[in-house]
């Protein structure tokens, strides 16, 4: 550590007085500005339903269940109510919750449902098919949102999807690209290729996607409400064709879902106050344990991109994959050690361990006894009173198990892929976990998605978000450092590429231009092994939403526009709109 100072301290003496920490406007499109509401989402027309239900006098979270309904017709291979979810509201007057609708296993789970007689995983059981789905928490979480915290009747709120559902939308070639090779998976499941695919082929831009049997679920939602979907005809016919295609869902697990209101998980990072998901999601607690580690480092001098800023980062996130990895899991099931965690003096502890020139060893670090893009969506909003609401959903993988109930129109998730099938095996993120995320009856895997609000001298600052499977969370972290430590505007801090460690497999992976070939081998003489990881789907997307100003630096200088919305430019359907 102290030679660590001393080798940072230098670089600051060096260059402090030539350079500011704040970056100049980088290649990214201007911040969308707006002074009432902004609403950020991956799809335009679910944002403009958004600020739509501002403009008539919904707040922040009536506009967020509209956006839920909205992207499950406009955006399906996300946005979904077959899936499950997370919301986090800050509200005007600094109270803060968090909404938990993530899909819980079927009473028919079993920790061993996965694997073959030889206790091997079976390749696609977790991932593809009516075994593979959670029961679904979205239409209960929307409710349970709206009945407490919004303000206009969920006719209301439901409406524009279920016009956009039963008319249909036309699609623009940013909607194409979000059903890029699925074709072969949707085509498996007659009732998915019947809405998702013409004549088995993918749709072009230009062409119409109606969705007669989802505008019928929706309209019955809209006039009967959750029981609609949990008591009545919808659970019924997807219990009925998980029964008849290998599936272990039953009516009883629909009849007995509950969404929690739980305690967001709270840190200050250089006195700003970041709310975000608890257990059964890992990604605030990892958020928060690796900016504890980071708040030790001169992070803003040392540069984004630099050999040294980008050690420090990945060590964080090593040492925190493990603790995420093998000791968090759904709050009912298991102890989890948030408190230590998230604890100041647990980071250092970390700091202590990290060498300054060399790449720690993922394999030193499993613990004694050991044995989770665009497949999610994520949305940010805030209201002209100040009501910020953050929601991260997903079907898992992309359009999730690839199958829809005859019938409903809706396509169900393969959420139980984020349980630990067998411990010490990757799943679809290349996540390795532990028991703490086994599979038991009515449990809830653990989750990356970490939807964030970040507040400064009890004023909203900042709502981010991102889907991207395991980097959910250093996307997440990624921007929050961007605009804090380096100064870059909301679209710079979205759009900047990024890095990633998830302590197994032990790789940095790099998107294209992360980072440059001298910092790539100042890198690879620390140890670390660094690999360029070009498939863009993973790396999310993240929609962000700034108060006050474009940057630190614009709102420092006051009179920058109160909101500034961003969408990820890795994005092509998505919008920040405002009003
Ligand atoms: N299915 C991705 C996550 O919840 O982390």
Request: hydrophobic share 40%; charged share 20%.
């Amino acid at each position: 550590m102290p030679s660590f100072r001393l080798k940072t301290l230098s670089i600051t003496l060096l260059f402090a007085s030539s350079l500011t920490p704040w970056a100049v406007q980088a290649a990214s499109p201007e911040p969308v500005k707006a002074e009432h509401g902004m609403v950020v989402t991956a799809q335009h027309l679910a944002s403009d339903i958004g600020v739509a239900v501002l403009k008539s006098g919904g707040n922040a979270v009536d506009a967020a269940v509209a956006v839920g309904y909205a992207l499950a017709v406009t955006y399906p291979t996300a946005g979904n109510i077959g899936g499950g979810g997370f919301m986090t509201i800050r509200f005007k007057d600094g109270k803060t919750t968090f909404l938990d609708f993530r899909e819980r296993a079927p009473q028919a789970a079993t920790k061993t449902m996965y694997l073959d007689a030889k206790g091997n995983v079976v390749d696609g059981l977790s991932t593809e098919g009516y075994l593979a789905v959670g029961v679904p928490g979205p239409v209960m979480g929307f409710e349970m949102a709206r009945s407490r915290y919004g303000t206009k009747p969920l006719a209301e709120l439901i409406a524009p999807a279920i016009a956009l559902a039963k008319d249909g939308f036309v699609l623009e070639q940013g909607d194409i690209d979000s059903f890029e090779g699925e074709t072969d998976r949707l085509a498996k499941d007659p009732a998915a290729a019947a809405i998702f695919l013409k004549d088995g082929k993918p749709f072009v831009a230009g062409e119409k996607l109606i969705q007669a049997d989802l505008a019928a679920s929706l309209s019955s939602i809209a006039e009967k409400g959750t029981d609609a979907f949990y008591k009545g005809a919808i659970a019924d016919q997807i219990v009925k064709a998980s029964a008849e295609k290998g599936g272990v869902l039953a009516k009883a697990d629909f009849e007995r879902y509950a969404v929690r209101e739980l305690e967001p998980v709270k840190c200050n990072y250089r006195g700003y106050d970041i709310v975000s998901s608890p257990p059964p999601s890992s990604g605030g607690v990892i958020i928060c344990e690796i900016l504890n580690v980071l708040e030790g480092y001169p992070i803003s001098y040392m540069g984004y991109g630099a050999a040294d800023t980008v050690h420090v980062m990945i060590e964080a996130m090593r040492h925190a994959y493990v603790d995420r990895n093998t000791s968090l899991g759904d709050p009912d099931f298991v102890e989890n050690p948030v408190a230590k965690l998230t604890d100041k003096a647990y980071a250092k502890d970390i700091r202590d361990k990290i060498d300054p020139f060399r790449a720690g060893v993922s394999a030193t670090l499993i613990p004694k006894g050991f044995g989770e893009s665009k497949e999610t969506t994520h949305y940010s909003i805030i209201d002209d009173e100040g009501n910020a609401v953050a929601v991260t959903y997903t079907l898992n993988g992309s359009f999730g198990a690839g199958v829809v109930a005859p019938g409903t129109g809706i396509l169900l998730n393969n959420e139980m892929d984020d349980f630990t099938a067998k411990p010490g095996v990757p799943n679809l993120y290349g996540l390795v976990q532990g028991e703490a995320n086994a599979i038991a009856p009515g449990k809830t895997p653990l989750s990356s998605m970490s939807p964030t609000i970040i507040s400064k001298d009890g004023k909203p600052f900042m709502v981010i978000g991102s889907p991207g499977g395991a980097r959910i969370i250093t996307i997440t972290l990624e921007a929050i450092l961007n605009v804090i430590d380096h100064g870059m505007n909301i679209q710079e801090a979205v759009d900047a590429p990024r890095v990633h460690h998830q302590w197994l497999p032990d790789k940095v992976f790099m998107e294209p231009y992360a980072l440059s070939p001298d910092t790539r081998k100042l890198l690879s003489a620390m140890g670390h092994n660094v690999q360029i990881d070009e498939s863009w789907t993973i790396w999310g997307q993240a929609t962000g939403i700034l108060v006050g100003g474009e940057s630190l630096s614009d709102i420092e200088a006051g009179g920058g526009a109160r909101y500034n919305g961003a969408v990820d430019s890795r994005i092509g359907a998505g919008a920040a709109r405002g009003y």
